[in-house]
């Protein structure tokens, strides 16, 4: 399985914002344009959902209405381009991560650490504002289809990291063990966080030792043997 690249995914998140807004490249009106996507991005996590009106962005932006109008079309747009940028953000971060990763693993011990460890502490540092995008993308596709985009790129990345290390499986299907380690990696990390769950279900355990007892797990899963 090759690696890929994050670096697509910010070129997508990108190309995706641009197609819901009109963008303005250069001055005051780039400033003015970058203000109503922060103020709406800070909205969204101080509510955890997106419930806030343009007025509110309007103010807390210190930008016009017209001038909001004048770049979007509408509210939803607004919150798209708020999510493509946020993803362009993890994409990079996620580039610097992997590189990490990758020059301080030697073993598989030493990349299940790394890895989980770096990554879980990223997904925490996105999850106020990743829990009201991903309640969102419950019912709009194209943040859904983006958001997905982004997530299977990791997968990927993570995954064909993970089989540099396949000499110290226990077993052969060696894509099949990755991928299920993956799953449990994100599942159990996005469930402590409350990502696509209730805000509720977060925080439920001790994060430092979830770390790095999901760690052992990882490596002890795939050096089992077939039974």
Avoid at 187 to 193: D, E, K
Wanted: charged share 30%; glycine share 6%.
């Amino acid at each position: 399985m090759p690696p890929v690249s994050t670096a697509k995914t910010k070129s997508d998140s990108i190309s995706a914002a641009a197609e819901v807004s009109r963008e303005p490249q250069q001055g005051r009106s780039r400033a003015s344009y970058e203000r109503m996507l922060t103020a709406a991005e800070k909205l969204m996590v101080k509510r955890g959902n997106d419930d806030f009106t343009l007025t509110e962005v309007s103010k807390a932006g210190k930008v016009s209405i017209g001038s909001i109008y004048l770049r979007f079309d509408s509210k939803d747009d607004l919150i798209r381009a708020v999510h493509g940028r946020v993803l362009a953000r993890i994409g990079e971060d996620q580039d610097r991560m992997m590189a990490e990763v990758a020059g301080k693993s030697a073993t598989l011990d030493d990349y299940t650490y790394y890895f989980i460890h770096a990554y879980a502490e990223l997904l925490k540092d996105y999850s106020p504002v990743l829990r009201p995008i991903m309640f969102r993308a419950i019912y709009d596709d194209s943040m859904s289809a983006l958001g997905r985009s982004s997530a299977e790129k990791l997968s990927a990345e993570a995954q064909a990291q993970m089989l540099r290390y396949s000499d110290e499986f226990g077993r052969p299907d060696h894509e099949r063990l990755v991928g299920n380690a993956f799953r449990m990696i994100y599942y159990t990390l996005a469930r402590f966080l409350g990502l696509g769950s209730s805000p509720e279900a977060a925080n439920q355990g001790n994060w430092e030792e979830l770390k790095e007892d999901l760690a052992i797990m990882c490596a002890a899963f795939l050096r089992a043997p077939a039974r």
